[in-house]
């Protein structure tokens, strides 16, 4: 069954399918459209995981009301590299592929159905958009840091944190600058230390890597961008010192993972047992293999991130460091193109800058966060880093981003 006759006869006559948003385009502003998406997509959430339209403000401290001390306070924030569509996730027919999100994640948590990128649409630039709370305009394809500073720098320096409180697992090569801007004020010795499992894993097999191959895929946006990187050394200091494991036993689990993502998780797992970092934030990057055209790959994609949010989620609650004083961040950067506009190519791409290439969303768990509520307002992607200021106490004084009351 197609997702426009689905979405007709599910969502009934006074809710707009994305047929709905293909007819009203015509004269739609892309501000129209967008508000239109998230209706749908409340619309998909509250009959299926029974989750309410939240509407209240609660004023602030709940985190304070909850007895967390600031801290004591920690935070987790999973992006994806390439978001999914709606009619492969929350709408009825994409539902089965993301079952961890619908039947546990979104049930506990605050869930924003309009998070607006307006930024560029590539994965680099757009997650050091999400992570300095301004879009960032760098080269997408180039190994610059961000300009503006980071969420670790603002952490780190305000609350002086040490570098093994703040740490990046990121996704390629291309992120190893994400963790440190070149502002003049922040910068230098004040990021985040960043962990590119797939550089540990070229490391540990001193370049003869044949075994692992499917792990270690750079981007899927272009063959021809495959950044190297120096520093093997490092690479196997951080390895043995820092995350405890001996080069053998993690060839040996490595092994057995099927992706990049799963790397990525297995890694930020050791990180969180050994360092019990207060700001972790990990990218996947698995659904984007999208742009390889093959639509059954991008389905196992969005299937498997859907079972590592759920496994991290699971560790975050198991591990003594992290259990009851987290609260977990989980969006994508962005979306991807719809069938219906002949600038793109469906879900292969986000080429196009449409409504639902820019219309993404976020989910909020853990420590201080309201359960089951489910806000539509327009919110945009540079929000959360001063919404992560005021979780943990830091000003992100450049961020261009508000923070979200609905947390607060
Ligand atoms: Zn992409």
Known sequence: MTYHSLSRSETGRNSVGLSGLKLSGLAASPRELARQLS???????????????????????????????????????????????????????????IPNLM??????????????????????????????????????????????????????????????????????????????SSHRSYGPGLGARVILPKHLLTAATSGGAADYEHLLRDNYETPFYTPELGGNEFALQQ??????????DF??????????????????RQLMRQLAPSLLWITMHDIDIAHAGAYSLYIDGIRRTDRLCADLWKTIQSEPEYAGNTTVFILPDFGRDSDDDSGGNGFQHHRTGDALSRTTWM????????????????????????????????????????????LL
């Open 39 to 97: 209706f749908t997509r409340r619309e998909f959430l509250r009959r299926a995981a029974g989750v309410t339209l939240g509407g209240t403000l609660l004023g602030s401290g709940m985190l304070a009301r909850a007895g967390i001390p600031q801290k004591k306070r920690k935070v987790v924030v999973i992006t994806f590299g390439g978001g999914a569509r709606d009619q492969e996730t929350f709408a009825p027919e994409g539902q089965e592929n």
């Open 103 to 180: 039947r546990e994640l979104i049930p506990q948590s605050t869930f924003f159905t309009q998070v607006v990128n307006r930024g560029i649409l590539g994965h680099y630039v757009a997650t050091a958009s999400l992570a300095t709370g301004v879009y960032e305009t760098i080269n997408n394809f180039s190994a610059l840091p961000p300009e503006h500073p980071t969420v670790f720098e603002y952490f780190r320096k305000d609350l002086k944190r040490p570098s093994s409180d703040a740490w990046v697992v990121a996704p390629s090569n291309g992120f190893n600058r994400i963790g440190e």
């Open 239 to 248: 390895l043995e010192m820092l995350l405890k494991l001996s080069v053998d």
């Open 251 to 268: 060839k040996k689990h490595a092994r057995t993972l099927s992706s990049p993502d799963e790397l990525s998780v297995y890694i930020a």
């Open 363 to 406: 989910m909020v768990l853990g420590a201080g966060v309201r359960e089951g509520v489910v806000i539509d307002r327009a919110l945009e992607s540079t929000d959360l880093v001063p919404s992560i200021g005021s979780l943990l106490g830091f000003s992100p004084s450049l961020a261009q981003g508000r923070s979200l009351v609905e």
